[in-house]
């Protein structure tokens, strides 16, 4: 019985290994044109005029320059987000408006009660120096001119120079 059974399963494996076979030579083979002849030189310029040929490569259509844009700063990149095309200007409303912070800058700064405690303080703070006609807490930088070297200090600046064999200075007269 079990000679019986390996001859039928070696049956089955042998016809569909023909079948595949058979398959295999089935499939439509790949044709490519031939080139054109040349017409001969006395052709009229619509017969000499090239051929274009159908292979599958002329019709591939290829995507020109693609660059990749680095995310907004601490923003985790999400391709499905609403990106409003409209951008709204600065108004009054938005002069005012801040944020609500996250629970964790609330836990950082001490919980809510120290929040506001350290908010009227501040408040408080821009109240008196407006009274008061005070500078501001934070102050904007003002840039003060290079520093100049006084006549002494250039005429020793060109004295190590010339010891020094010149160091990029420009030749005395």
């Keep these: 019985m079990a000679v019986a059974r390996r ?3 070696g049956a089955l494996l042998a016809s569909l290994l023909l079948t595949g076979i058979a398959q295999a030579q089935q499939a439509a083979p790949v044709t490519v044109p031939d080139p054109a002849p040349a017409p001969p030189a006395d052709a009229p310029a619509a017969i000499t005029a090239p051929v274009s040929s159908t292979l599958p490569q002329d019709n591939v ?4 320059e693609v660059r990749a844009l680095k995310p907004e700063d601490d923003q985790p990149l999400d391709l499905y987000r609403f990106k409003n095309p ?7 409303f938005s002069r005012n408006w801040s944020e609500p912070p996250s ?3 609330v836990s950082m700064a001490g919980g809510y009660i120290m929040m506001g405690v350290v908010k009227g303080v501040m408040a408080a703070a821009k109240g008196v120096n407006k009274l008061t006609g005070g500078p501001d807490q934070i102050q904007s930088a003002i840039a003060r001119p290079p520093p100049e070297l006084s006549a002494e200090q250039q005429r020793r600046a060109l004295q190590f120079c010339a010891q020094q064999d010149g160091c990029g200075a420009p030749p005395q007269k």
């Design 86 to 92: 409209l951008k709204a200007e600065n108004n009054r």
């Design 7 to 9: 001859g039928t399963q």
């Design 103 to 105: 629970p964790e800058q």
């Design 61 to 64: 259509t290829t995507l020109g």
